[in-house]
């Protein structure tokens, strides 16, 4: 699971375009996480401030 | 329910101009931008070549003019310079632009043209017909919740595009072909005010750049760009820039007024950008140059070709996919050469070490090169190291 830390993102959506299965999805000021999340972490590292954690479910 | 023959998803440079020529030529056109305010915030190294702006017609206007360089400076891990003079054709950074402003001008011409643009307005599903064409979207905005029908759908999205894989386009890219990057716009520096600096190297970015673009004589956007593939912790963007700055006396007492993040496509082109009803423009469709990481002419340019072709699917009263490879076809004429090359250039770059990047730039610092074309600067390169160019020959 993608805990989203909302004081550090950014809304760059850099996360949400390097999502392979497209479970990601910037409203704006809002970023949203589905449940299609293959915890491939990914986005976790794509973020350049280190918004995004994985944590086990 | 309310129709359009063209809805552009997207208000950023490659919007704009699609929705702009869609619409000089008889379209009407809906632009859809999720942002309250176009071009903001900006996210953006701000930095443009001038040879491309005629071809889609945008007017040059001082209002997003920020600086004009003389050229380009590349710098090597040991700190070998090779300068590059903007006027010998071919340079990639020649104005470094109010990116805001610019994003602005662009979408007002498109309006002034015909479009009509709704803002906060976030596309949130495409809608088919039941042969699979695309017809229209569903938007979440001010008004609510509603549906509006399309001849087609342009998804300029940007990098974090979703409309290409809503519609079935698979635009997913692989880590090498992915840049993490963030930049500080800086003041109360001292940047050399004739070049945009590039600073390359494992020590300040693995796998791409830093650069430096003055918007001043005493500021500057100083940015670092690293490879998906090449971070190792969370953050690492952030960590890159923040130790370039920190070496650097004359940055370090700067200040920062602005941090800008994003993610940059860096991939060979896409197999495809079009499906009935559907196209793809810009970063939505990975047309950013992946050496250069510049996106903003290569979308600007492709999206006078969408424009173009969706005033004639207009005229025709075809949006199928095979009318509409006229786009598809037209920007890959214009564009796909060199994006491939400089995307096979960008896989041999990041495979350098340190010591190759030093004999590298001093090699080009020792010539008489006045191009800074990758083609130009291979062949030069293979004059003394004809084994560091040996895989990429086929290039040249
Ligand atoms: C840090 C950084 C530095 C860069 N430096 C440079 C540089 O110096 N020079 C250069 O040429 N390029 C640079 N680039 C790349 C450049 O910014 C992009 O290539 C360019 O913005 C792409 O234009 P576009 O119109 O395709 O997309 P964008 O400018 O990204 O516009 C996409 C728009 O679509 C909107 N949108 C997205 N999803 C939806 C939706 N579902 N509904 C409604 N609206 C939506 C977004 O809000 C956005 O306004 C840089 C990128 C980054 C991240």
């Known amino acids: 699971m993608i805990r989203i ?6 809304h760059c959506g ?9 479970a990601m999805f910037l409203n704006d000021a809002a970023l949203e996480v589905y449940d299609n999340c293959i915890d491939c972490g990914l986005c976790v590292k794509v973020c350049p401030v280190a918004a995004l954690t994985m944590i086990k479910k | ?50 040879k491309w702006i005629d071809e889609v017609g945008i007017r040059l ?23 590059i003079d903007e006027e010998h054709a071919g340079s990639e950074v020649g104005t470094i632009i109010e990116r805001d402003i610019f994003d602005k001008a662009l979408a007002e011409d498109a309006v002034k043209a015909g479009a009509e643009l709704r803002l906060k307005s976030a596309v949130r599903s495409l809608t088919f017909e039941e042969s699979g064409k695309v017809n229209g979207v569903k938007v979440e905005s001010l008004e609510g919740t509603y549906e509006v029908k399309a001849g087609a759908v342009v998804g300029v999205d940007g990098f974090e595009s979703q409309i290409g894989r809503w519609g079935g386009i698979n635009t997913s890219i692989k880590p090498n072909d992915i840049t993490s990057a963030i930049q ?8 050399d005010p004739d070049y ?8 300040w970015a693995p796998g791409g750049y830093v650069w430096i673009f003055p918007k ?9 760009g690293i490879l998906l593939s090449n971070v190792n912790e969370p953050g690492d963007a952030r960590k890159y820039l923040n130790k370039f700055i ?12 602005e941090i800008v993040s994003g993610g940059v496509p860096v991939s060979a082109p896409l197999d495809e950008t079009v499906k009935d009803g559907l196209l793809l423009v810009g970063d939505a469709a990975r047309q950013t140059n992946p050496l250069t990481r510049g996106g903003i002419a290569n979308g600007c340019i492709a999206g006078k070709i969408a424009g173009e072709t969706l005033s004639e699917a207009v005229k025709e009263g075809d949006f199928s996919s095979s009318f509409l490879m006229r786009y598809e076809n037209g920007w890959r004429e214009r564009l796909e050469e060199e994006l491939y090359r400089d995307w096979m250039a960008k896989e041999k770059l990041i495979g350098l070490n340190d010591d190759t990047l030093n004999k590298m730039i001093s090699v080009l610092s020792e010539s008489d090169i006045d191009e800074l074309s990758v083609y130009r600067i291979l062949e030069e390169i293979r004059k003394r190291y004809p084994e560091l160019v040996r895989e990429i020959e086929d290039l040249l």
């Open chain 2, 184 to 191: 500080y716009r800086m003041v109360d520096i001292e940047p």
């Open chain 2, 1 to 50: 329910m309310e129709e359009f023959d063209v809805v552009v998803v997207g208000a950023g440079p490659a919007g704009s101009i699609t929705a702009k020529y869609a619409a000089m030529g008889g379209a009407t056109v809906l632009m859809l931008e999720k942002r309250q305010e176009v071009g903001s915030p900006v996210r953006c190294g701000e930095g443009i070549a001038r």
């Open chain 2, 216 to 224: 001043s004589e005493t500021s500057a956007n100083v940015g670092v």
């Open chain 2, 246 to 257: 920190e070496n650097r006396p004359y940055l370090k007492k700067g200040k920062v007024i």
């Open chain 1, 14 to 22: 850099a996360c949400v375009g390097t999502c392979p299965v497209n």
């Open chain 1, 5 to 10: 830390d909302v004081s550090k993102c950014m």
């Open chain 2, 196 to 203: 945009a600096e590039f600073f390359l190297g494992t020590t």
């Open chain 2, 61 to 83: 206007d001082k209002r997003w003019i920020a600086h004009e360089v003389k050229g380009a400076k590349l710098v090597s891990p040991d700190g070998t310079e090779f300068r």
